[in-house]
């Protein structure tokens, strides 16, 4: 006796080498878990189930996998373009009028809206993790988290001028701050790496090259290696990190990651935004595994990762929104159409990363990413039911053409934004039906943003240095 059917719809399993299209299919679940999928009238002829979905004129595929993501960011979305620098001249000046005490309110909105556009896996980078981590357990998705190493201390930045230190240079480490920062990302693995049958899944996130020293980063690998896990690190994102390397090091962030043994398969490396087409087949070679932030890059920094490179060279892909005060949104449907128009435009050609393989890699490419491809990223059986439903009486996924070719693929990726998710479910267990959030309560989460934004513009606004950043002066202008 199944304990869930959901029959009639349309299947792409992702399972194989390409989408694995079942039409008119069905999935029978019991408990967390797929024990069966195929075409409908073999799977109900196996067994009864205690409940059904209809999912007639439903499109019925994994959920998809953010695999990078700063939740609590979203405060300052729509706060970080149009400008040089975003970090220094827009986000940086601007969050350190948010306070801690608020943070799960902005993961909160990241979560329903991902959750809302079809993602169920949120690879979330973010601190403080562990209010953080209750929240994602909570709202019933999947997470792989971390909460972040680093030796630099940004609230020490004007002791550092006192002292010299000009901007531009090299932050300055403190090992101090790195033992604190890595004991409170063990603390969180020991507390919650596995929590609720493996939903959650902790990794260590030394935060990128020059923001850790060379010791820090291989305790980070060492650690990670005792406890079977992954190392999550931006990489080559920026000038700043090459700058830092080489004055330190004499190296590129890349070849200096690789000299000190930083470049292994437990490594997820993201980004690589400067990275040369040499270094980033390094990168594919030695560890096969990278996230692309497509539009968060292109947004913030006029830069197309090399999502096409790295694919070409043999690696493992994997789509994360990054953060929304550069990107504007958490969503993995975006990311797709950015990331495979990109490839196009920079090839002058319409063949590099076609729909197909950039919706593996919202899915189980990104899964194996993550390291959790064993358990989700396809619809298989003995796979966790982490499964979404879209409506296919709407455009841009109507009209559906199923011979003598499909055109379903194409028009999710290159369409779709999210509107048509109709159900979304982890483990077995729905989290999203019909506009409706299982396990979040919208209306009460938005009351507390309010108010939370509330002081966060009185703390802003009382702040001098707010008055002189580019963003005010184009709000003052009129042109925002």
């Known amino acids: 006796m199944y304990d869930l059917l959901i029959t009639g719809g349309h299947l792409l399993t ?38 059904t979905i209809d999912a007639t004129d439903r499109l019925v595929m994994p959920g998809l996998i953010d695999a990078h993501m700063h939740s609590a960011a979203t405060l300052a979305r729509g706060l970080a373009q149009e400008v040089e620098t975003w970090m220094g001249s827009a986000y940086g000046p601007l969050i350190r009028h948010a306070t801690d005490d608020d943070a799960h309110l902005w993961t909160s909105l990241a979560l329903m809206e991902g959750i809302a556009a079809g993602t169920t896996t949120f ?33 020490q930045r004007e002791r550092w001028i006192e002292q010299g230190w ?16 890595l004991a409170e990302e063990l603390a969180l693995f020991d507390r919650w790496n596995g929590a609720d049958d493996g939903r959650v899944r902790v990794v260590l996130g030394p935060i990128a090259a020059d923001m850790v020293s060379e010791s820090l980063l291989l305790r980070c690998q060492a650690e990670a290696r005792a406890r079977g896990t992954s190392i999550h690190l931006h990489v080559a994102q920026d000038p700043r990190e090459n700058n830092a390397t080489l004055r330190r090091a004499g190296l590129r962030a890349i070849p200096y990651l690789d000299a000190i043994g930083l470049l292994a398969p437990e490594t997820i490396a993201v980004h690589l935004s400067t990275a040369t087409p040499d270094e980033v087949r390094l990168v594919a070679a030695k560890t096969g595994r990278m996230t692309c932030c497509s539009n968060s890059i292109g947004i913030i920094d006029g830069v197309v990762p090399p999502a096409r490179l790295f694919a070409d060279s043999g690696g493992a892909v994997a789509l994360g929104s990054d953060q929304a005060a550069g990107n504007n949104s958490h969503n993995v449907f975006a990311e797709m159409r950015a990331t495979a128009m990109f490839a196009k435009i920079i090839a002058g050609s319409p063949l590099p990363l076609p729909a197909w393989q950039v919706l593996r890699m919202a899915t189980i490419d990104g899964a194996h990413v993550l390291g959790i491809d064993q358990r989700v990223g396809s619809l298989e059986e003995g796979k966790d039911a982490d499964l979404i439903l879209l409506d296919l009486t709407r455009p841009p996924l109507a009209p559906v053409v199923l011979r003598p070719a499909r055109n379903l693929v194409a028009n999710l990726v290159y369409g779709e934004t999210g509107a048509n998710v ?43 240095a707010i008055g002189k950043l580019p963003i005010v002066a184009l709000t003052d202008a009129g042109l925002i």
């Open 14 to 51: 992702m399972a194989g080498d390409g989408v694995g299209f079942v039409e008119n299919g069905a999935v029978a679940i019991e408990g967390r878990r797929i024990v069966a999928v195929g075409p409908r009238a073999a799977i109900e002829a196996n067994d009864q189930s205690r409940r």
């Open 422 to 464: 109709r159900l979304s479910m982890v483990a077995g267990q729905v989290i999203y039906e019909d506009g409706t959030f299982t396990h979040l309560d919208r209306d009460a989460i938005m009351a507390e943003v309010n108010e939370a934004v509330g002081r966060f513009e009185t703390a802003a606004c009382a702040d001098p």
């Open 123 to 155: 690879g979330d980078y973010e601190a403080p993790m562990e209010r953080l981590v209750r929240l994602h357990l909570q709202a019933g998705i999947r997470a792989v988290v971390c909460q972040g190493v680093t030796e630099i201390d940004w609230n």
């Open 166 to 181: 000009r901007p531009g240079e090299p932050a300055i480490l403190d090992p101090m701050v790195g033992e604190r920062s």
